[in-house]
């Protein structure tokens, strides 16, 4: 039989899978907060809203996605799991996208709520995401146009 902590994580990977923001978000605590990592990447922690929204900009680009495990630790003492995935998704412009992280979870004393994620995500695909899949911005003035693009890229392509 499997633990709290694991069956929470189960679900927050579902919610990945489900391209859905409602149902990604439906274990996470109130004061959440995300981090993807390496620190190089320049990405913010975010909080439970903010990843919200940036996991609504990166669900909108995929037609199909699945978070899909390969191996999971869990840590009683920490009240943490860590899990390697793989990432496997269709864009929408028909690309396959395919990827992998490690994330670090902690959770609440009960097992049942995401406290936190820190995401290791591959710095190569990442760029790669950012090169060839940030929407191109229609912006009259060329300093909005790359402020703009500077934080779309920050907010779209990375975490997933």
Known sequence: MSSNRLRTVQALLDGYSSLSVDKMIERLSNDFTHHVLPASLDMPLRNRDEFAHHAGQIFSIFESFHMVPLTMFEDDKQNMVVINARMEGILKNGAEWINECVMMVRLSRDGQQ?????????????????KR?????????????????EVLFRNVALST
């Open 114 to 130: 995401v406290v936190a994620i820190e995401e290791f995500v591959d710095s190569f695909k990442a760029m790669e995401m950012k």
């Open 133 to 149: 899949h940030a929407p191109t911005l229609d912006v009259r003035s060329s300093d909005m146009a790359g402020s703009a693009k």
